[in-house]
């Protein structure tokens, strides 16, 4: 059974809908259930087929700020238990459509490449599809051996690639969308911290392939907001001014405007920076 509700715009009154599924329903039924739900004002009852309720299928996904759903999976790199084996580290967990295609090729050389910059900065990557583990290893074997793009070549991949036939792991996190693709997923980028918390998420269609300048700047900015207590504007890099949180009173708001706080410059009450040095940033971000 679903439920919803919408507002009737013409007839100037909110319109709740009881959708009935199953196999077995068929509108001879429909005088049984009219009983029931005339008590209420407005409620419509409709009846559907079971191949309807799935077309209406509802794919959930985890959101900002929410535990990350926890999966043990095969690799490329072993079994993994996440997030319980990733503890302590930012992960980024990334989806891509299918092995053997070019701008997910791209990609994974891309992200290769750059595997020693992120881990730098305490952040592990793994990657997802729904091909099988023989698939992930005879396409990554491939990349080395046969593949160049730009100025990589002979490119090894050696974070984990989750094999993921069932969709198990990627159902979990909302990455199969079926207006897109109902049998790959889409390229999901899931940032989580330390802890095991979502802190941002980014979505890419098929034919799209992702920034990972961006990908990078999105890690080290939330470990400076986290460590400094800060917000970063836009396109924010390492060196540049970042924002004060937001006066939390009349006072401060006061105080601020008339040039009391020591190094916070403002352009009004509310938008108020500061400057933060890269040496400060990269030596709080930064392994060393």
């Known amino acids: 059974m679903i439920v919803s509700r919408y507002a009737d715009q013409e007839h100037q009154k909110t319109v709740s809908n009881i959708m009935f599924c199953g196999p077995s329903l068929d509108y001879l039924t429909l005088p049984l259930l009219n009983p029931l739900c005339n008590c209420i004002t407005g409620l419509q009852v409709v009846l559907t087929t079971k191949y309807d309720c799935m077309e209406q299928e509802v794919i959930s996904m985890p959101r900002i700020g929410d535990k990350a759903p926890a999966f043990k999976a095969i690799t490329t790199q072993g079994e993994i238990n996440f997030p319980a084996d990733y503890n302590g580290s930012w992960v980024i967990l990334f989806s891509h459509p299918a092995d053997f295609t070019p701008v997910c090729t791209s990609e994974f050389m891309t992200f290769a490449t750059l595997e020693k910059q992120f881990n730098k900065a305490n952040c592990k990557l793994i990657g997802l599809s729904v091909d099988g583990l023989y698939s992930h290893i005879a396409w990554l074997r491939t990349i080395k051996d046969k593949i160049k793009y730009r100025d990589m070549k002979n490119v090894e991949v050696t974070f984990p690639l989750i094999e993921d036939i069932t969709m198990t792991v990627a159902r979990k996190y909302g990455m199969i969308m079926p207006g897109e693709s109902s049998t790959k997923a889409v390229r999901a980028v899931f940032v989580i ?92 971000v930064l392994e060393h």
């Open 193 to 284: 911290d330390p802890h095991g918390m979502i802190r941002a998420i980014i979505y890419y269609p098929l034919s799209l392939g992702r920034n990972f300048d961006e990908l990078y700047r999105v890690v080290v900015a939330l470990q400076a907001a986290d460590a400094f207590k800060v917000a970063t504007p836009a396109d924010w890099r390492p060196g540049d001014d970042v924002i004060v949180p937001t006066a939390g009173s009349c006072g401060v708001a006061k105080d601020r405007m008339a040039g009391k706080e020591e190094g916070v410059e403002c352009e009004d009450w509310f938008f108020c920076t500061k400057k933060l040095p890269k040496e400060k940033v990269l030596d709080a």
